[in-house]
């Protein structure tokens, strides 16, 4: 602290001769002879960390965090959905005729393009099967995919989306909304079964139509709602079922994953769904045990250890070229910052 005053008196002591020395050319001799001590050696400037002590030291979600645009390239999906990246990203437009992207501040609306082109189908598709405006859309990736600083485990190659499980109002949400709104939850207070208040025949549509494109791995869903997919659905073909697989956190919003696009050799695809409908007692109580119930709300069990977290050498080696690779400009990338 002491020194630190000393420094600050010393540099305003400076800075007053210096504008007196301006004011006042003809007594600079007299007084820099009496009050200009010698400057004191500041402290020298932190040299900037190198690229490759950034990559030692920074986790992996930090460094493609850090990244505002994509890299410039051909767009390709490295890589597996949890532990990979994307080159050359496209960004969703935050609007469009059926459809308005929420939490832009993230800027997670990016993807590879068979991701677009599906949100593209599939907007209006949904839109006429439920009757709704459109569809709210929430996180893509990054602009370069990789790991993100929220506890999205996937979302990393451009090929993963998340929907809201409500429909588009009716007028132009503005920024501040769509940082803050919430989605609605489909799940009763108990975690066991649906809400009558917020459940609608609608939402059978919504996911059917997202399960039924061809581009679809699978779309993730909250067990109770499985559940209720399952009763439905029981005594009608219902081939697209097996796609839609129980898992945390998805009580307001579908995830849909993408399979490996053609052109992305180094996308890792994930085992397929099995080919049954994934409504057996054996598939799905085990989601209502009181083990499973109270982490749904949100996100699977924590481990006992808490994980390593991932660094840029943990990525397949190709995400390192693109984290580096120079900037891809957009015309569309500043409109919603
Ligand atoms: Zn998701």
């Given amino acids: 602290m002491f020194a630190r005053i000393v420094i600050s008196s010393v540099l305003s002591l400076a800075a007053a001769a210096g504008t007196l020395a301006a004011a006042q050319p003809s007594a600079i001799a007299q007084t820099a002879a009496v009050a200009a001590p010698a400057p004191l050696p500041l402290p020298p400037p932190k040299p900037a960390m190198s690229e490759q002590e950034?990559?030692?030291?920074?986790?992996?979600?930090?460094?493609?965090?850090?990244?505002?645009?994509?890299?410039?390239?051909?767009?390709?999906?490295?890589?597996?959905?949890h532990r990979g990246c994307l080159a050359a990203g496209v960004e969703f437009p935050v609007n469009g005729p059926t459809w308005q992207?929420?939490?832009?501040?993230?800027?997670?609306?990016?993807?590879h393009p068979s991701l677009i082109h599906f949100l593209e189908k599939f907007a209006p598709a949904a839109a006429k099967a439920t009757g709704w405006k459109g569809i709210l859309v929430g996180d893509l990736?990054?602009?370069?995919?990789?790991?993100?600083?929220?506890?999205?485990?996937?979302?990393?190659?451009?090929?993963?989306?998340?929907?809201?499980?409500?429909?588009?109002?009716?007028?132009e949400l503005t920024k501040e909304e769509r940082d803050?709104?919430?989605?609605?939850?489909?799940?009763?207070?108990?975690?066991?079964?649906?809400?009558?208040?917020?459940?609608?025949?609608?939402?059978?549509?919504?996911?059917?139509?997202?399960?039924?494109?061809?581009?679809?791995?699978?779309?993730?869903?909250?067990?109770?709602?499985?559940?209720e997919l399952c009763r439905i659905e029981a005594k009608k073909p219902h081939a697209w079922m097996a796609k839609v697989r129980p898992w945390y956190g998805?009580?307001?919003?579908?995830?849909?994953?993408?399979?490996?696009?053609?052109?992305?050799?180094?996308?890792q695809a994930q085992e397929p769904v099995k080919a049954e409908d994934g409504c057996s007692a054996k598939e799905l109580d085990p989601w209502f045990s009181d083990k499973r119930l109270r982490p749904q709300i949100s996100k699977p069990?924590?481990?006992?250890?808490?994980?390593?977290?991932?660094?840029?050498?943990?990525?397949?080696?190709?995400?390192?070229?693109?984290l580096e690779a120079p900037a891809k400009n957009t015309s569309l990338a500043n409109d919603k910052r």
């Fill in 101 to 111: 992207v929420m939490r832009l501040s993230r800027n997670r609306n990016w993807g």
């Fill in 250 to 267: 998805h009580h307001d919003h579908i995830h849909v994953r993408l399979f490996c696009p053609a052109g992305s050799a180094n996308c």
């Fill in 54 to 81: 950034k990559e030692k030291t920074l986790t992996a979600k930090q460094l493609f965090g850090a990244v505002q645009l994509p890299s410039i390239g051909k767009a390709v999906a490295i890589g597996f959905y």
């Fill in 180 to 227: 803050t709104i919430s989605a609605i939850n489909l799940v009763s207070d108990d975690w066991k079964s649906l809400n009558p208040q917020t459940w609608t025949p609608q939402h059978v549509a919504f996911i059917k139509t997202a399960a039924e494109r061809p581009e679809v791995q699978r779309v993730l869903v909250n067990a109770a709602i499985k559940k």
């Fill in 301 to 322: 069990p924590p481990p006992t250890k808490p994980p390593k977290p991932m660094m840029l050498a943990d990525l397949p080696p190709a995400c390192k070229t693109v």
């Fill in 141 to 171: 990736a990054q602009p370069r995919g990789g790991p993100s600083p929220s506890d999205h485990a996937s979302h990393q190659t451009g090929l993963d989306v998340d929907i809201w499980f409500m429909p588009m109002p009716d007028r």
